[in-house]
Each structure stands twice: as C-alpha cells, then as structure tokens.
C-alpha cells in the first residue's frame, strides 16, 4: 500500500515524513499559474529529490497552474517520478501524455478526479488509458481548486472506479490515521494519501508535517493492508 503525503516544504521534514513511512513524497514546485498555495523553490525541490532518491521514495510535484506547456517546463527541468495534474480547468489529454514522455521519459503521470458525484466515473474513464495513477479526491475549495479540501466524499463511488480502471488509484480527501483504515477496506486503492489531517497549520495558515500523525497514518495504512492482503 503506498503511502502519499503532502505537502512537504523543508529538506528536514521531508527526510523526517519519509522516515516516518512515507512512499510518496508531494511537494507544490513555485510555478507561475494556479491558486496561492505555499510553494517551493525549484533549487529546494532538487535537494528533497536527493534526498528521495537516496531513499527510493517517490517525488510527486503537483501541477496547480492549468497551463499544460507550464507543466511540461516544470517536468523537463525537475524530472519528478510522478507529475500530479490537480487543475479543475485542464486535464491531461492523450497529446499532454505524449509531449511528457518527450521530456521525461521516466515520469509516471497522476491525475487527479473529483468525486462529487457518479459522473466521477466516467471521468475517470476518460483518463485512464493514458495516465499512470488516478488520484480520486473531494473539493472543490475556491482557493484551492481539486484537493486539499480534508473532507471525504462518497466512498462507494471510488470503490466503483477502482473496478472499472486500469490506472493506479490513489485515494485521496480527508484521509487520516482515524480513518485509513476504513478507507482501504472500503475502496482497496493501490495507494492513499493525506495533507490536512497529517499535518500542523499555524495561525498564518503555514503547514508542517505532523510527524506522530504521518508515522500512524502509515502504520494504520500498511496494517490494514495486510489483513486484506494488499
Ligand atoms: O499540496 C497542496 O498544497 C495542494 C493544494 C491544492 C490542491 C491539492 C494539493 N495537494 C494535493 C493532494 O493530493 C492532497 O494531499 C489531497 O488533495 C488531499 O488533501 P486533504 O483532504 O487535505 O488530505
């Protein structure tokens, strides 16, 4: 079971969030377009990146511009394992797949798909013969676009796309170590991931990994996993 975890801003508590049992590693690259979320510096995206490898932990950089050719610069300079698409205004398309692999050959592509409603199936559907990973999360927060919403949504809908997809599904929206496990037994995702619920938010709005709550999102994870035999 992989274990997602956004979003990392410092060297330090992205080694700590990967020694704590973190598979995936997300981080939001500074990029031009998009909503005014925290962001991080390109040449501190290359330090976490080496820190990930020494690892073998995946970089997930997530796109929150909706300007695909922004996307594609930030993929050829940054060379992520995963490139995570989260714009509610664009959508990865068969040609956005292609000009990817054109840059970076050894990046794997996740898109993310909103789930209010059964339509979610269909849209997911829609993306699944060119994308690598499917994140299935809630929104749809005014500043935020798709995610980062730390609500869930209708469990049963994912549950439905995990059986009607070839791509990996990552469940996302709401996740934490009270409800992970639930969450898996529900929907039996390739992967899960957590940003609200695993993490501090100062009176600024600024975010830091909780670390005690990541190690138990990940135990709980990997826990109910293996009595599924995931
Ligand atoms: O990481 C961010 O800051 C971010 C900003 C806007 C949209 C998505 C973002 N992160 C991507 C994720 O996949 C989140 O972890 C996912 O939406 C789950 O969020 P939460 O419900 O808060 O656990």
New binding site residues.
Partial sequence: MIK?L??IIQVDEAIKTMEAGADNI?L?PMQMGG?P??RVPLYRVDKIHEECKKRGVKMVL?M?TNDPDEMIDLARRLQPEIL?I?GDEYTADEEFAKRLKEVAPHTELMQ?VLVDNKSAIDRAKKVDPFVDYI?L??GLAAD????????THDWSIDAQIVKEVNAKVIE?????PDNVAEAIKAIRPYGV??????SIKYDDGY?EKDIPKVKAFCEAADKAAAELGL
């Fill in positions: 997602q956004y979003s997300g939001v909503v979320r925290q997530i929150l995570h989260a993310a994140l999360d809630s935020t676009g798709i995610g980062a919403s730390g609500q996302a929206g709401g996740m934490g991931d957590s940003l609200t619920k695993t975010l």
